[in-house]
């Protein structure tokens, strides 16, 4: 056959959805994970946590709120990386807090 095809590379037609063992969240799930993310705040506001006072996050590894911090036996995650782990483990893709912490750390810090 004349030409050459150079076969793509790196282009998967479905790049972006994930693989067959993680399931996607339907906007419901999304909403209500968030919702109950939310209520932990709360109820810390309403519990006399201040708005300065900070937890060492064990995902980010930074100071971050103390209001909405979630501890998960030995791990504190502050309110984003809870929000974050419980989709990712809602989803199928970390099993633990261990696992995620494990998997953030392999990432550069946000
Ligand atoms: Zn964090």
Redesign the pocket.
């Known amino acids: 056959m004349p030409g050459n095809s150079i076969p793509a590379i790196g282009v998967a037609p479905d790049s972006g959805r994930p693989p067959r063992s993680v399931r996607a969240l339907s906007p419901q799930q999304l909403a209500a994970i968030h919702a109950v993310m939310r209520i932990f705040v709360e109820d810390d506001r309403e519990r006399g946590v201040t708005a300065d006072e900070m937890v060492d ?6 100071p ?1 709120a103390a209001a909405g ?1 979630i501890n998960y036996g030995d791990i504190t ?6 929000l ?1 782990y419980e989709v990712m483990r809602a989803s199928g893709r970390v099993r633990n807090a261990e696992a995620f912490v494990a998997e ?1 750390s392999r990432r550069p810090a946000p």
């Open positions: 996050c064990a995902g980010c590894r930074r971050r911090a995650l502050c309110h984003h990386c809870a974050s953030r």
